[in-house]
């Protein structure tokens, strides 16, 4: 069983920067990749970024590539996501997932098999 914990949303004006980290309690947590997604109100939740177990490959969404950094400190089973140039599009709950013992398609959310409770983001215009 995994348990993950995020935590550093909170709310920011439109340009500004934010970190949310995630950690994660339980077994092999270096061998498990790890997403982050997001749901915006009256939206879909949707696949914003992940990285591989070893934290060399990482994948993005078209819509944060180049404005988000997703990382990992497999010594502290945590894993971050920095997010800067926000715009209020990005306005959404945040959730950290975790994927089983096996490799997974990192953008489809019906790979990771345990999440997280949320983190709001909040972005002003």
């Known amino acids: 069983q995994v348990q993950l914990v995020e935590s550093g949303g909170g709310l920011v004006q439109a340009g500004g920067s934010l970190r949310l980290s995630c950690a994660a309690s339980?077994?092999?947590?270096?061998?498990?990749?790890m997403g982050w997604f997001r749901q915006a109100p009256g939206k879909e939740r949707e696949f914003v970024a992940a990285?591989?177990?070893?934290?060399?490959?990482?994948y993005y969404a078209g819509s944060v590539k180049e404005r988000y950094t997703i990382s990992r400190d497999n010594t502290k089973n945590t894993v971050y996501l920095q997010m800067n140039s926000l715009k209020p599009e990005d306005t959404a709950v945040y959730y950290c997932a975790a994927s089983g013992l096996r490799a997974v398609v990192p953008s489809k959310e019906s790979e990771y098999d345990y999440w997280g409770q949320g983190t709001q983001v909040t972005v002003s215009s």
């Open positions: 990285i591989g177990g070893s934290g060399t490959t990482t």
């Open positions: 339980g077994r092999a947590f270096s061998t498990r990749t």
